[in-house]
């Protein structure tokens, strides 16, 4: 199952002994105002039928520590014979406006009864807060306006849930789902359904919203969404599904989120029965070690291989570069992948460029080069030319993922890895971080402030928060907190050659010289 070592946990919400309990958590993180924002459903019960408000934490983070405000209630997210469900939130950082979008269900119906029936009672309603969720506006009602007729052929529908996301161009997406209504009176069933996610979006920071198209194929259920940079320059919208049949759903959107591809099943990413609630984030590569190794070398201007390269190495004595050079020579050979720092592009197969590396603007001849082997103290590294064809370099999108780890009950949540998301195939994990009965959870990156002044100042590290369900004989006694780096979660992947439920041997990748 992976390391022994669970990171440190605060229980944030907790069920009342009246029988009052907290499910359905969502995280935001806002890094300008260091503020946290912990959403969560108030039910009198378990029971979907019972919920009844949405309830928020605040906490502030202090360099190793977060202080929590207590809980209270979002008063004004209601609409009046319904109840509030689903929260997912969403920063605009260009208006620091805060949207928190929920779903008002009518009375107690159950979704169960929405999608036998097709009656839909669910609304699309959101509220704001200009000062990072201290006071909340009136509801909105944006049912009408944004699905329209579209709401006939829909049994139900409902968010996220958790939190939603903001694209370099500004456009604010709220991930979602719906039961579409194939047919009405079908083999004597009234309603007949297939699960289908998608997302809303706004491009004038939420003034108006609109519908993006259906995942095509396969069902799927709750979702959430990143928005993945590569590093030849092109960016997907990636969504990642809920589903029913075994294992998660992923689809790409070329056109950040309007239309989606053809949906896949992700083998490595195992589903509960019936498919549970899972979260993803992504963050930077951490190239960090790579500009650090260019930099703290002093490699000629005009090097132009990577046996060049390697010769430097010898005579500064860097003997830790080189033994960090062969891993990740081992990395993207044995496992025909990506060098995850960026170094090594594997799509173009070719080595990007120390000016690259360092995300510099100039440009560099093209000096294409076989494959070569170098012996360094007896280390044998394969190597490609230094050099690459012109083409636009950006710092690729790393995608973590949470969710129970048991393909037979929610228990045991941990977290995945992939440097590469577009590949179904390079997921790596999980490491457990909670041990025992857990379901939901919701992710947020952050940056832990680096160490030292000035030019002695290390990067930021890598961090992450984690929200989840959790408890000793039921996934739903909690909601807890915490945090944890990128290294903890790469030291922490399960050992080499892991037996895969297909009882496959995969091998892990390699991480270990990957900045902290």
């Not at 669970?6 to 907290?22: H, K």
Request: glycine letters at 6%.
């Amino acid at each position: 199952m992976g390391s022994h070592h669970f990171p440190a946990r605060t229980v944030l919400f907790e069920r009342e002994r009246n029988g009052v309990t907290y499910r359905v958590p969502a995280l935001l993180y806002i890094p300008r105002w260091a503020t946290l924002l912990a959403f969560a459903e108030e039910r009198l019960s378990a029971d979907d039928a019972h919920a009844n408000l949405l309830v928020l934490r605040r906490g502030i983070f202090y360099h190793n520590y977060v202080e929590w405000e207590d809980m209270r209630a979002v008063e004004t997210a209601v609409l009046p014979g319904h109840r509030s469900m689903n929260p997912c939130p969403i920063y605009d950082e260009f208006t620091g406006q805060l949207f928190l979008f929920f779903i008002a269900v009518f009375g107690k119906t159950t979704e169960s009864y929405q999608i036998i029936t097709g009656r839909n009672m669910a609304r699309l309603c959101y509220v704001t807060s200009s000062d990072q969720g201290r006071n909340w506006s009136n509801v909105t009602d944006l049912t009408l306006q944004v699905i329209g007729e579209s709401i006939k052929e829909w049994a139900t529908f409902a968010l996220g849930p958790g939190h939603g996301i903001q694209l370099k161009s500004g456009r604010l997406l709220v991930p979602a789902y719906t039961y579409y209504i194939d047919c009405r009176e079908c083999f004597g069933k009234l309603c007949r359904t297939t699960s289908r996610a998608f997302a809303f979006h706004s491009d004038d920071h939420g003034q108006k919203w609109k519908l993006g198209e259906l995942i095509p194929n396969l069902p799927s259920v709750e979702c959430q969404l990143v928005s993945v940079d590569e590093e030849d320059g092109n960016n997907v919208l990636y969504c990642n599904a809920r589903s029913s049949l075994g294992f998660r759903v992923q689809a790409m959107s070329s056109d950040e989120g309007i239309v989606f591809q053809p949906g896949q099943l992700v083998e490595k990413l195992v589903e509960t029965p019936n498919g549970c609630h899972g979260s993803v984030i992504g963050f930077p590569a951490p190239l960090g070690f790579y500009t650090r190794l260019y930099t703290k070398i002093n490699v000629p201007r005009d090097l132009n291989n990577y046996k060049e390269l390697a010769n430097v190495l010898k005579k500064q004595k860097k003997m830790y570069y080189i033994e960090q050079l062969k891993k990740y020579s081992d990395y993207s050979h044995q496992h025909q992948s990506r060098i995850d720092s960026g170094l090594y592009n594997k799509h173009r197969g070719e080595i990007l460029s120390r000016k690259e590396v360092c995300n510099s603007s100039d440009q560099l001849p093209s000096t294409p080069e076989s494959s070569t082997s170098v012996m360094l103290d007896g280390i044998q590294i394969q190597t490609k030319s230094l050099y690459r064809t012109n083409q636009q370099f950006q710092t690729p999108t790393w995608v973590l993922y949470s969710h129970p780890t048991s393909a037979l009950s929610r228990v045991n949540l941990g977290v995945y890895l992939s440097p590469y998301p577009r590949d179904a195939d390079s997921w790596t994990g999980p490491w457990v971080i909670y041990e025992g009965p857990s379901a939901y959870s919701d992710l947020a990156y952050m940056e832990l402030p680096s160490k030292g002044i000035g030019a002695d100042a290390s990067p930021p590290v890598i961090a992450f928060a984690c929200l989840y369900e959790n408890g000793l004989v039921s996934p739903y006694e909690q909601i807890s907190f915490s945090i944890f780096t990128l290294y903890e979660v790469i030291q922490s992947l399960p050992p080499n050659q892991p037996v895969s439920h297909q009882g496959q041997k995969k091998q892990k990748m390699k991480w270990d010289c990957v900045a902290s």
